[in-house]
């Protein structure tokens, strides 16, 4: 039986990420009380032979459950896999900013907020107790920037693509003028390569488009760094994979994550697709630049 649980700070999108699975075909419950995971898990093994049984699940577990519970999740997942239970945690997570904004534009009310709690002192509690998830999580998603169809997709795309198993692969183009992605496993930096940015014939476009390409692919510099990136991931990945790790997010970034880091992620991801079937890339600069331009 497969179990996913979607935790993190509320806000951060955990209902959306748990509506995405239960179109997925998980049979989904919102805010499980952690003290029930035991009788809900033990309750579908029995029935795994009966019509309609549930054998995919996915949980949210938020900071509304008890703290002992919480501080003592640990154990509490060391022993559900114990029961040869396929446990999955994904743990989405932003900024502070960005999450007293959403509260603010939504005008809910903190679960963690009362007369003597501010709002912001509410989300910096819940992220100390949502920290034995967080530490223990298999996919990390920074929901900073992302709209809800976004979110939606993302989800989708790492999860629905991936056969049980097998390590899902994320390539992300980033600027480092706009910082450093928080849910990377690697990072490396690109910006040692020659710049299209300052041929202003290339400027205003971008590294999935065939000029920029062209001026790339004809850099010595940038076959060797492509070279060298797979080289090292590809002698590295399986032993990630052979440590039961589920999805691993590489991070590729250069000033502004329009140009060079974009051309590497695609090339990273055409090599890797050819023995591999869930290599994604996410590009987190281009729709921005794209939103500015039509403005």
């Known amino acids: 039986m497969k179990l ?117 002192e509410a989300i910096s ?43 899902a692969l994320l390539f992300q183009s980033f600027g480092f003028k706009h910082g450093v992605p928080l849910d990377s496993d690697f990072v490396f930096d690109v910006r040692c390569l020659p710049n299209p940015y300052w041929d202003t014939r290339l400027r205003k476009f971008t590294g999935t488009d065939q000029p920029v390409i062209e001026f790339l692919e004809n850099e010595p510099a940038s076959r060797k760094m492509i070279n060298d990136l797979t080289g090292f991931l590809e002698t590295w990945i399986p032993s990630f994979a052979d440590s039961n790790r589920s999805y691993m997010t590489i991070s590729i970034g250069c000033t502004g994550g329009q140009h060079r880091s974009v051309y590497i992620c695609e090339q990273l991801r055409r090599h890797f697709r050819e023995h591999r079937t869930n290599v994604q890339v996410r590009h987190t600069e281009l729709p921005h630049l794209q939103a500015r331009k039509e403005v």
């Open 125 to 167: 509690s819940e992220k100390a107790l949502l920290e034995p998830l967080s530490r223990l999580s298999d996919l990390y998603i920074n929901t900073k920037g992302l709209s809800m169809y976004e979110l939606r997709d993302m989800v989708k795309q790492r999860v629905a693509g991936r056969k049980d198993q097998e390590l």
């Open 4 to 120: 996913i649980i979607v935790s993190g700070r509320s806000g951060s999108g955990k209902s959306t990420a748990l509506h995405v699975l239960e179109d997925l075909g998980y049979y989904c419950i919102d805010n499980l009380p952690i003290g029930l995971l035991f009788p809900l898990t033990r309750e579908a093994a029995a029935n795994q032979n009966a019509p309609g049984r549930l054998d995919k699940m996915a949980v949210s577990i938020d900071a509304r459950n008890l703290s002992d519970e919480l501080a003592n999740f640990e154990e509490i997942y060391r022993k559900l896999h114990a029961d040869n239970i396929q446990v999955e945690i994904i743990y989405l997570d932003a900024d502070e900013q960005s999450l007293l904004q959403r509260f603010h534009a939504t005008r809910r009310k903190h679960p963690l907020s009362d007369d003597q709690t501010s709002l912001r």
